[in-house]
């Protein structure tokens, strides 16, 4: 019974790199969403996918953070020359449908680290 | 734009006794509120949620209250328990929506 899968869990990278966070959602559920939390704050919506298809992007910053959710595989979330401000966490969830009563599903998160 | 606020940002209740979590919204379209539990180093976990048709939903010990004249939610769990220790982020989304949108969270201690 495997819930919603992240990896990796911990990622550090220096200012410049690119980081590729991964999300493999619950068997059967075709709906992903990726949210970002920094220290003290609450979850902060980014983009929601379906298979081959962003359906909203209006979290995603314009420039540097792009998504995908391919036919095969899972969900991915990059970004490129990440700088200290991206220092944070960031979480997958899925869930089977979109609707107005939809329940979200959340990963364990990947805690990005910039030095 | 915090359109989902939780101003308590801990509290504290001795084991056995009620906690009362508080979450306030300021839009009119959301319709649809969750609470979800988190521990440290983990993703969160889907506790209840209610549709603004209900003023109230109950599932053993926690039950959430939605009134939405005032545009405010509460979650009870009674009776706490120590491992009830975590923080609880309510969130709420409208119909017309993709996304979610999360308080900051209260963190809650049970104290045994």
């Known amino acids: 019974n495997a819930g919603v899968m992240q990896n990796p869990r911990h990622l550090v990278r220096r200012r410049g790199q690119e980081a590729r966070l991964r999300c493999s959602p619950m068997?059967?559920?075709?709906?992903v969403y990726w949210y970002r939390q920094l220290p003290e704050e609450g979850l902060k919506f980014m983009v929601y996918?379906?298979?081959?298809?962003?359906?909203?992007e209006s979290g995603m910053p314009k420039e540097r953070f792009s998504a995908e959710f391919p036919k095969e595989g899972p969900s991915i979330l990059r970004i490129q020359q990440v700088v200290r401000g991206d220092s944070a966490a960031y979480f997958c969830?899925?869930?089977?449908?979109?609707?107005?009563?939809?329940?979200?599903?959340f990963g364990p998160g990947t805690r990005l680290l910039v030095l | 734009d915090q359109q989902v606020k939780q101003n308590s940002p801990s509290l504290s209740v001795q084991e056995g006794r009620i906690s009362i979590l508080n979450c306030d919204y300021t839009?009119?379209?959301?319709?649809?509120f969750l609470w979800y539990k988190k521990y440290p180093a983990e993703g969160p976990t889907f506790l209840i949620s209610?549709?603004?048709?209900?003023d109230k939903n109950e599932d053993g010990r926690f039950t959430v209250f939605l009134n939405k004249s005032a545009k405010h939610l509460s979650l009870h769990i009674v009776p706490s328990q120590p491992g009830d220790s975590a923080v609880y982020f309510c969130?709420?989304?409208?119909?017309?929506?993709?996304?979610?949108?999360f308080g900051t969270g209260t963190s809650l201690t049970v104290i045994p």
């Open positions: 068997k059967g559920h075709s709906h």
């Open positions: 209610i549709s603004s048709i209900k």
């Open positions: 839009n009119s379209m959301f319709d649809y």
């Open positions: 969830a899925s869930s089977p449908r979109q609707g107005s009563q939809e329940t979200q599903y």
């Open positions: 969130a709420a989304r409208a119909n017309t929506g993709n996304q979610f949108y």
């Open positions: 996918l379906q298979k081959e298809n962003i359906i909203d």
